[in-house]
């Protein structure tokens, strides 16, 4: 099925350090959602994104909506041991059908 | 607000069985969406469920199935069970406005042996 290109698969970083992962598409989305997952659990909502532009954030984290409404990234400042789990962005074409990217594993080094 | 709640945790079948999966959204969420994940395609939409009826439909073959009922729960159901449907199956809700924000249970890891 269809799916995002999200990048890179995975990142080891040390703790402190500034993270940043994005996903892109051929196909134009009304709506970005970034989450995390940790393992054995469900994904966790982290931000969500409705305007081309829009850039929200939340605690640590920031999100944009790609002009083109074909992309977004997330930027993780400041990393800390809890941050580890693996990212997944998802695109809503609006019919409440989400696509979603391949995963960012973080890993990070204290 | 309690969250998405998905039952059982984990579930081991035998090949050629049929398995139900439940999930109850989040209070005053209408709508819910139902996905598998597996190591090696991902997240992969099945369905969703609005005001009891299918909405949406991914492309999974017919031995994978739903409904909803009148108190927004809904069911998933798979039959004649094959060891490539091990993996784990993820409930979502949202109140299906304009703006999508959906929330996630803990999945149903099913076995299939």
């Known amino acids: 099925g269809q799916q995002l290109n999200q990048s890179p698969q995975s990142m080891f970083i040390q703790e402190g350090e500034d993270v940043s992962m994005n996903c892109t598409s051929s196909s134009i989305f009304n709506t970005w959602l970034w989450y995390k997952q940790d393992p054995g659990e469900g994904p966790v909502l982290l931000i969500a994104l409705y305007k081309a532009g829009e850039l929200t954030s939340n605690g640590r984290l920031t999100a944009q909506f790609g002009i083109t409404r074909k992309d977004s990234f997330l930027n993780i400042s400041a990393s800390i041991p809890s941050d580890v789990g693996i990212y997944f962005c998802a695109g809503d074409q609006g019919a409440q059908k989400l696509v979603f990217g391949q995963g960012t594993r973080l890993t990070i080094n204290p | 607000k309690a969250g998405v709640t998905q039952t059982p945790r984990y579930l081991i079948k035998t090949r050629g069985q049929q398995v139900t999966l439940s999930c109850s959204p989040i209070?005053?969420?209408?709508?819910v969406s139902w996905y598998q994940q597996t190591p090696g395609q991902g997240l992969q939409f099945l369905f969703e469920y609005f005001s009891e009826t299918q909405r949406n439909k991914g492309n999974f073959p017919g031995r994978f199935s739903g409904r909803q009922f009148s108190n927004s729960r809904s069911e998933m159901n798979v039959s004649t069970l094959e060891l490539g449907d091990s993996a784990l199956y993820l409930c979502?809700?949202?109140?299906?406005?304009?703006?999508?924000?959906?929330?996630f249970g803990q999945g149903t890891r099913l076995t299939v042996v």
């Open positions: 209070s005053g969420h209408r709508s």
């Open positions: 979502a809700s949202s109140e299906r406005t304009l703006n999508t924000e959906a929330f």
